[in-house]
């Protein structure tokens, strides 16, 4: 359980009992005293967790009996985790962090908690009908308007044109249903299999809340790709996983979209675990694993270098879009007689590739008053001028040696700006080289 998690010393049931009318009624006393309850009775685990947030969060909740039973701790281990990735992603948002939960099921127990214990803002998403409706009731009930928003979505859709993509969030948090629908139900007609006792279900009678077609890998699939699509908007994305064997293909799903990197942890509080997954398309940001193509360009050599270029800069050099600004960075590259070579591209983003033989890109404003002052007086230029011109060090002086490999990739960030990267591949003078590269590019280009 986490470190921080108040549950870490369970709730003192014979306290509760005695505070509480209606919890004393699930409350049972065994032999040596000890009171308990039958965490297998969906009705006692529900009035546990009433109780408690009223006592413990002054949260008035009043649960539905035929829909998911929030338990606590386990609420509060996945919310503790994402304050820990928030801090150490070092959040634009420090004074306001803003949350999507999807999904937010009977009485939105994330976003009210969250609310209470940290201040948090929250957008929660809901497809079922009486959920959305308690859900509203409890925010009300407790006077939690100015911190969440619940909406009512459609099933088709988790969070593509259900949120405001003008907002940046800072995270979103989901718990899918962890079954499969086509194997959760009785395997033929003739078999009668019982409902599933509490908490496998959660004492929830709802379909849609504990199963779905093709699990939790699906589902969570299906998440990942609209996640792809509003990567601009939302720093971190995270969810529960219900079963350890999910973890594998989804992280091989994160792999295949492209995500940066990415985290797991481990929630356990009493008999029950569950596990958390958190990744991000943000390159600023490293959660913890990162793909094997970025492993392999951290040992080639250091981050790239970034530039940032503003809509107002780029005005009078025509059309303001990722493609317009690489091409006109490869004609630059292309004067300097470097080689381009295209490298795959992906929707927003564009990326060359370029070798140079020698170095044509130093000390050319020198080159330039030389190349004037011959011109001027009608002589050829003298072989000395020359070399003074084009000296090398010894590095340079085997082109072969000095061939330097790069990439430039141009990508929307927003709106009114666009990011040109480079990137030290191999040979030159290293780093030192794609910097001087990218000051020519600022003098000749951007900054013109």
């Avoid at 409350?27 to 109780?51: M, N, P, W, Y």
């Avoid at 939105?108 to 009908?129: N, Q, S, V």
Wanted: proline share 6%; glycine share 6%.
């Amino acid at each position: 359980m986490h470190p921080r998690n108040p549950y870490r010393i369970p709730p003192d049931f014979k306290e509760l009992a005695l505070k509480f009318p209606e919890f004393r009624k699930h409350a049972k006393q065994k032999l040596s005293g000890k009171i308990e309850i039958d965490f297998k009775d969906a009705a006692a685990v529900r009035a546990l967790s009433t109780v408690l947030l009223k006592r413990d969060f002054n949260l008035e909740v009043e649960l539905p009996p035929d829909r998911l039973v929030p338990t606590l701790p386990l609420r509060i281990n996945y919310l503790l985790w994402v304050e820990d990735l928030l801090q150490s992603a070092k959040p634009a948002t420090e004074q306001l962090v803003h949350g999507i939960d999807i999904g937010t099921g009977a009485c939105c127990i994330y976003p009210i908690l969250a609310a209470r214990m940290k201040g948090w803002h929250f957008t929660a998403t809901e497809t079922d009908e009486v959920n959305f409706k308690c859900s509203v009731d409890t925010v009300e009930r407790n006077c939690l308007q100015t911190h969440v928003a619940v909406i009512k979505v459609s099933a088709e859709s988790m969070l593509r044109g259900n949120i405001d993509t003008t907002k940046l969030y800072d995270f979103t948090m989901c718990n899918p249903p962890f079954f499969d629908s086509d194997s959760f139900g009785p395997k033929s007609r003739s078999e009668k299999r019982p409902l599933p006792m509490c908490p496998k279900s959660g004492g929830s009678t709802s379909a849609t809340e504990i199963a779905v077609k093709g699990g939790e890998v699906k589902f969570i699939e299906n998440l990942i790709n609209e996640c792809h699509d509003l990567k601009p908007c939302v720093r971190l994305f995270t969810t529960m996983v219900g079963h350890k064997s999910s973890l594998v293909p989804i992280k091989a799903l994160l792999k295949d979209a492209g995500a940066c990197s990415w985290k797991e942890t481990e929630f356990c509080q009493g008999r029950t675990t569950r596990w958390g997954l958190a990744w991000t398309f943000s390159d600023n940001i490293v959660l913890g694993s990162p793909t094997q193509s970025q492993r392999k360009t951290r040992m080639k050599g250091p981050p790239p270098l970034n530039y940032s270029i503003s809509r107002e800069r780029w005005s009078s050099k025509g059309e303001f879009s990722v493609a317009c600004v690489l091409l006109k960075s490869v004609e630059l590259l292309n004067s300097l007689k470097m080689e381009i070579r295209k490298v795959k591209e992906k929707k927003g983003r564009k990326a060359v590739e370029f070798i140079a033989k020698e170095n044509t890109w130093s000390n050319q404003r020198r080159r330039q008053r030389e190349e004037k002052r011959i011109a001027n007086q009608g002589l050829e230029q003298p072989e000395l001028k020359k070399a003074k011109i084009d000296v090398a060090t010894p590095e340079q002086q085997n082109n072969h040696k000095f061939c330097l490999k790069g990439l430039i990739l141009v990508e929307e960030t927003d709106t009114d700006f666009i990011s040109l990267q480079l990137q030290w591949i191999e040979g030159g003078l290293g780093r030192e080289s794609v910097n001087q590269i990218l000051q020519y590019m600022k003098n000749h280009l951007f900054e013109k």
